[in-house]
């Protein structure tokens, strides 16, 4: 019984994980200079749009941050969190799922920037064309989390510092989500 409910859990994460990515990034490229029509742009949108279409009609936008979008991120996590309780056997505890959606949203979201920036650092050493589609979104993910690392000292090195900066500052923002869940932060996604 432990292999398999392992598996189905593993599943399940990955399965609202990838939808998750999806979502992520279509509440953050309309924060950043990535082109509309950029290709992974289009697919974020064309993918979304029936959830969020619908729901921005309810829940309207601040200026260029979607709320339907935090909601439905919001949700997926929520519905997460209720699979993965049932699977292990807990009791499904309003303040449990609530608080776990909850931080859930800012450590996915926090993560997701993680990864970003470390994907952004490792990709500028093979100096890639930054009119690929993929890079473009990358680096138009990347930018804005790096900009205040970059008036950090030491400054005039041959190589930028920012990357690591970053990565350290969302690693502790990781560890402190860690520490306020305490127990419960077994239900988060593996980052």
Same mark, same amino acid.
């Given at each position: 019984m432990?292999f398999f409910r392992d598996a189905?859990?593993?599943? /399940?994460q990955v399965a &609202?994980?990838?939808?998750? =990515?999806?979502? *992520? #990034?279509?509440?953050?490229l309309?924060?950043?200079r990535?082109r &509309?029509?950029?290709p992974?742009?289009?697919f @974020?949108?064309? *993918?979304t +749009?029936p959830?969020?279409?619908?729901?921005?009609? @309810?829940?309207?936008?601040?200026?260029?941050?979607?709320l339907?979008?935090l909601?439905a /991120?919001?949700?997926? $996590?929520?519905?997460?969190?209720?699979?993965?309780?049932l699977i292990?056997?807990y009791p499904l505890? *309003?303040?449990w799922? =609530?608080l776990i959606s909850?931080?859930?949203v800012?450590?996915?979201?926090?993560?997701?920037? &993680?990864w970003?920036?470390?994907?952004?650092?490792v990709a500028s050493f093979f100096?890639?064309?930054?009119? +690929?589609p993929a @890079?473009?979104a990358?680096?138009?993910l990347a930018d804005?989390?790096?900009?205040p &690392?970059?008036?950090l000292?030491?400054r005039g =090195?041959?190589?930028?510092?920012s990357p #690591?900066?970053?990565t350290? *500052?969302?690693?502790?923002?990781?560890?402190a989500l860690q520490?306020?869940?305490g127990?419960l932060y077994?239900f988060?996604?593996? $980052?």
């Amino acid at each position: 019984m432990g292999f398999f409910r392992d598996a189905a859990l593993l599943l /399940i994460q990955v399965a &609202f994980g990838l939808v998750l =990515l999806v979502f *992520a #990034l279509r509440l953050l490229l309309p924060l950043t200079r990535v082109r &509309f029509n950029n290709p992974v742009c289009q697919f @974020v949108y064309k *993918a979304t +749009n029936p959830v969020i279409g619908p729901l921005s009609q @309810v829940v309207r936008a601040l200026r260029q941050f979607s709320l339907a979008t935090l909601l439905a /991120i919001w949700l997926i $996590l929520l519905l997460e969190v209720v699979l993965l309780l049932l699977i292990l056997g807990y009791p499904l505890r *309003a303040d449990w799922i =609530l608080l776990i959606s909850s931080v859930g949203v800012v450590h996915f979201l926090v993560g997701l920037a &993680f990864w970003v920036v470390l994907f952004a650092a490792v990709a500028s050493f093979f100096s890639p064309d930054r009119r +690929n589609p993929a @890079v473009e979104a990358l680096y138009g993910l990347a930018d804005p989390l790096l900009q205040p &690392f970059r008036r950090l000292p030491p400054r005039g =090195l041959p190589f930028d510092l920012s990357p #690591l900066y970053a990565t350290v *500052a969302l690693r502790l923002i990781l560890l402190a989500l860690q520490h306020l869940l305490g127990p419960l932060y077994r239900f988060m996604l593996p $980052l």
